[in-house]
């Protein structure tokens, strides 16, 4: 069958006739992965469900990952509108919420950069050990600079939580407490 899509993207060369062995072939494939992702989805659901059972609140859990994953400035954007949205709906959170940051990085100040640069390579090679399960040799900054030493201090700080952290009994295969 000759494929008529004439919004092919970059890369698709319109020209090639698909066959029905090729077809198949990529059904298969595409199966396949829909398998394996469904067996990966059924894990983290059973790792979910250990992690409540060790009394991990999941959705606090699940948003302090996303703040991990922001910079300073979205960071401090998701907390101050999350209090402002609270206070508008009138939620009791109390005068507890109100978080203070320090100031947003001025851009044009290099010390100011290269402290947030170190700070944030101490952040990532702590989660690249305790989240990521990476070891100390994948390390992206170059070697003898600041950044590369402060992740070598987070990864080893990460590696020291999980151990010591990681001590908890897992739920057994019986347990069947639902997720979401």
């Given at each position: 069958?000759?494929?008529?899509?004439?919004?092919?993207?970059?890369?698709?060369?319109?020209?090639?006739?698909?066959?029905?062995?090729?077809?198949?072939?990529?059904?298969?494939?595409?199966?396949?992965?829909?398998?394996?992702?469904?067996?990966?989805?059924?894990?983290?659901?059973?790792?979910?469900?250990?992690?409540r059972a060790a009394g991990v609140v999941l959705g606090d859990m699940d948003a302090a990952l996303k703040l991990c994953d922001m910079n300073q400035a979205d960071a401090q954007a998701h907390v101050t509108n999350l209090a402002t949205y609270a206070e508008w709906l009138e939620a009791p959170i109390g005068h507890q919420f109100k978080i203070e940051f320090p100031n947003v990085i001025d851009e044009d100040d290099d010390d100011a950069r290269m402290a947030e640069l170190v700070s944030k390579a101490r952040r990532d090679g702590f989660h690249a050990a305790l989240r990521d399960g990476k070891s100390s040799a994948e390390n992206p900054h170059p070697g003898g600079s600041d950044a590369c030493a402060a992740w070598h201090e987070g990864h080893k700080k990460g590696l020291e939580v999980k151990a010591a952290e990681t001590s908890v009994e897992p739920m057994g295969d019986d347990d069947t407490d639902d997720d979401d």
């Open positions: 069958m000759k494929d008529t899509n004439s919004e092919a993207g970059e890369g698709h060369n319109s020209a090639v006739e698909c066959t029905r062995a090729d077809f198949l072939s990529w059904v298969k494939t595409l199966s396949d992965i829909e398998h394996k992702l469904d067996a990966l989805k059924a894990e983290k659901k059973k790792a979910r469900k250990q992690a």
